[in-house]
């Protein structure tokens, strides 16, 4: 049987994992700066983690939800004290897109209304409606197309306080990625969330944060929204959430009201995903990885603004995104090819750094012997050979 071709993949079989490590079949190991799209929160393959898991395993994996499931509870306690978030309840799915669907799903129950607000570039995933607010006609195929979604200039105030004057009261929600991810690293203005936050309150919408790429640590805050000083009614998570491990989740601030049957699912909260995000929020806890992704971020962001032909460094902790200019193009793939770096890219030129949140100096300092190589080598000013310097 073929497999469903539905990626361009690189022709790398990755085999081991270590931290911020990987290594293919042939033994060549990789530095990931992209942690499998910014999955990887605690570090490949880290011990606590796989112990927590192995341990889980060994008792029970998986009872539906129709039995009391206490490991649901310990998750939510631990995800409230970390995130600050105590007074809001937690659903548990699969993934992001299914994190959104049930965010969506949720904040037009409780304002019996259907318009959402999302924005240009936004990417909430691939399902129904979260792939119907995610501004890319080339992925909504016909069934998903509605009236119900509304794009609206990213960052723009003016328009969505003309747009709340006049339709506020049809609005369900709001949804809206802090730092866009797939759309390029762009980071919403505090202002742009705090007039968000308003015409919410305002207006009795729902305000979702899409956290499934910025959120669980990544921008240095346990929510990339947390920068802005406001809360959102529904935060939504998955990605960092079990270090590759799928579980994805919603927070629900505490005025939204649950009913039997308006959420449900088969896989969510199981018992061995809850351990797996046991552990992340363990390793995250002890190892102080908030502080961590601040400062290694900061320390990134300030290095990549020193080197020629970058352009643009933009980003918040461990989420950051810069272009290339014209001569450096090739970039990604010299970093791949010929120094075995991973890094993550959104259309049409810009490089994405998503490195897990344990990455340490060292490795920040081996990516860059390998960017300022790799920079020299696309500038014709060394050959290849003189920089594969850079040491697992
Ligand atoms: C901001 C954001 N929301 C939602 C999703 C969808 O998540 P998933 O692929 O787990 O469904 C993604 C995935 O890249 C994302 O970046």
């Not at 570090?43 to 796989?50: A, L, M, N, R």
């Not at 927590?52 to 004290?81: H, M, W």
């Not at 018992?271 to 190892?287: D, F, K, Q, R, T």
Request: glycine fraction near 10%.
């Amino acid at each position: 049987m073929k497999l469903f071709d539905v990626y361009p993949i690189n022709d790398i079989n990755i085999t081991d994992a270590k931290g911020s490590y990987v290594w293919d079949d042939k033994g060549q190991w990789y530095l990931d700066l992209y942690g499998g799209h910014a999955v990887i929160s605690i570090g490949h393959t880290h011990p606590d983690w796989v112990k927590r898991i192995d341990e889980q395993l060994r008792k029970i994996a998986f009872y539906s939800n129709s039995v009391k499931i206490p490991i649901q509870q310990e998750l939510a306690d631990k995800l409230g004290a970390l995130s600050g978030k105590n007074d809001y309840q937690l659903f548990l799915c699969n993934s992001g897109a299914e994190a959104n669907e049930n965010a969506l799903k949720l904040a037009s129950f409780h304002t019996g209304r259907k318009k959402v607000i999302a924005f240009s570039k936004a990417f909430h995933g691939r399902t129904s409606l979260a792939v119907a607010a995610t501004d890319n006609p080339a992925i909504v195929a016909p069934v998903n197309e509605t009236d119900n979604i509304v794009f609206l200039p990213f960052n723009n105030e003016e328009a969505l306080t003309a747009y709340f004057q006049d339709h506020g009261k049809e609005v369900a929600a709001v949804i809206i990625e802090s730092i866009q991810g797939v759309g390029g690293i762009t980071v919403a203005t505090e202002s742009f969330l705090q007039a968000i936050r308003h015409w919410c309150t305002e207006s009795g919408a729902v305000f979702i944060a899409d956290e499934v790429q910025c959120g669980y640590g990544r921008t240095g805050k346990f929510f990339a929204l947390d920068h802005a000083g406001v809360n959102a009614d529904i935060y939504t998570m998955a990605k960092g959430m079990g270090n590759g491990f799928p579980i994805g989740g919603i927070l629900i601030a505490p005025h939204l009201s649950p009913r039997h049957g308006m959420l449900g699912t088969t896989f969510g909260g199981n018992h061995l995903a809850c351990a797996a995000a046991l552990g992340v929020l363990e390793v995250m806890e002890a190892e102080h990885l908030l502080a961590k992704a601040k400062e290694s971020g900061e320390y990134i962001m300030s290095t990549l603004q020193t080197i020629q032909g970058l352009e643009n460094v933009r980003g918040k902790g461990l989420m950051i995104g810069f272009e290339v200019s014209e001569g450096l193009k090739g970039l990604r793939k010299v970093l791949l090819d010929d120094y075995h770096v991973f890094t993550g890219e959104a259309k049409p030129n810009v490089v994405r750094l998503l490195p897990a949140l344990t990455i340490e100096r060292k490795h920040i300092d081996e990516f860059f012997v390998a960017l300022r190589a790799a920079v020299a080598q696309l500038s014709g000013e060394t050959p290849v050979a003189e920089n594969k310097k850079v040491q697992a």
